[in-house]
């Protein structure tokens, strides 16, 4: 079993900036990709952004230019750092990895979720 550990959410003022954090722990042998999801209020859940293998990254068209995915393979730990935060960012945050495990066979995770609010 693998567990996505998310740390960072929080309250701030549009403009402001916050850094998400994932950490990854459990039966893994590899992890092919990691990336956050968010969901508002009303809202279908959406990719934010996911970086795999090789530090290959994607963006949501409405996060490029203000927020960077990053990753230290070391620690299974993936980031997120929001700049330039808008009252539309607003939403909980998802952490999300394909994982490989010990035993070989390959898994889709969740993290628990993080509220980002994001006040004008």
């Known amino acids: 079993q693998v567990q996505l550990v998310e740390s960072g959410g929080g309250l701030v003022q549009a403009g402001g900036s916050l850094r998400l954090s994932c950490a990854a722990s459990g039966s893994i042998f590899n992890i092919n990709r990691m990336g956050w999801y968010r969901q508002a209020p009303g809202k279908q859940r959406e990719l934010v952004a996911d970086?795999?293998?090789?530090?290959?990254?994607n963006y949501a068209d409405s996060v490029k230019g203000r927020f960077t995915i990053s990753r230290d393979y070391a620690k299974n730990t993936v980031y997120l750092q929001m700049n330039s935060l808008k009252p539309e960012d607003t939403a909980v945050y998802y952490c999300?990895?394909?994982?490989?495990?010990?035993?070989?066979?390959?898994?889709?995770?969740w993290g628990q979720g993080t509220q980002v609010t994001v006040s004008s």
């Open positions: 999300n990895a394909d994982v490989i495990s010990v035993g070989r066979s390959l898994v889709n995770y």
């Open positions: 970086i795999r293998s090789g530090d290959n990254t």
